[in-house]
């Protein structure tokens, strides 16, 4: 069955600094990947996918994200981040190839950033 | 452009009540409806999926049900709410493999 991996739990970064969220999943073809992002007491928003091609994709709020096979993961990244950038970030696999019928979820990652 | 409405948005109820969760979608047709459960700490686990009327997906054993009487429309129902079914509910739709979602319930149960 496939899993999502996300093993930073919390991040704390400074407001202007560079972010990096990790996550790995375990799926044996090639995976349908996301990242949501929720604020607190609000859904997820969609931020960025994967599904096929250019393995480095862009995403809203300036968020990008590099597919890496051979490694399993589906990194989240942001060059500079922003004191509204503060929420839950959660990565995940679509259950069955693509999303329709529904998602994988890693447990989270709690960021914080520091002014 | 499609939106998903979800109500309501804040309920406390006691052990042993019933549950109503309804959930809309606007602006697409024969969508695939997903409700979520978020408890605290345990991330994001999925209850149940529809792909069309009266088809209905249960992932997980639990005394929750859901129904999609319309094709928009998805409900979230129990006839006697436990103490561990507190936490927040996630309505989602889907269209060509991607899941967006609404604003969520949180359901405290006393």
């Known amino acids: 069955a496939q899993s999502v991996t996300q093993p930073d739990i919390h991040i704390t970064v400074s407001e202007g600094a560079s972010l990096e969220l990790r996550c790995n999943y375990s799926y044996g073809a090639t995976p349908y990947l996301f990242w949501y992002v929720q604020s607190p007491g609000q859904g997820l928003q969609l931020l960025l996918k994967y599904f096929s091609g250019d393995t480095l994709v862009q995403g809203i709020k300036g968020f990008e994200a590099e597919f890496k096979r051979s490694q399993s993961s589906f990194n989240l990244r942001k060059p500079s981040v922003h004191w509204s950038d503060a929420a839950e970030y959660f990565c995940?696999?679509?259950?069955?190839?693509?999303?329709?019928?529904?998602?994988?979820f890693g447990k989270g990652t709690h960021l914080i950033i520091q002014p | 452009s499609q939106t998903i409405h979800q109500w309501p948005a804040t309920l406390v109820q006691p052990v042993g009540s019933p549950l109503s969760l309804e959930c809309t979608v606007e602006g697409t047709s024969n969508p695939n409806l997903y409700w979520y459960r978020q408890a605290a700490g345990r991330g994001l686990q999925l209850l149940f999926y529809?792909?069309?009327?009266?088809?209905i997906s249960s992932e997980v054993p639990q005394n929750l049900s859901a129904s999609r009487p319309q094709d928009r429309q998805f409900i979230l129902s129990s006839k006697k709410l436990l103490l561990s079914d507190s936490g927040f509910y996630l309505c989602a739709w889907s269209t060509q493999n991607t899941i967006y979602f609404g604003e969520g319930s949180w359901l405290t149960v006393v």
């Open positions: 995940a696999v679509g259950r069955s190839g693509g999303g329709a019928d529904g998602l994988t």
């Open positions: 529809s792909v069309g009327i009266g088809q």
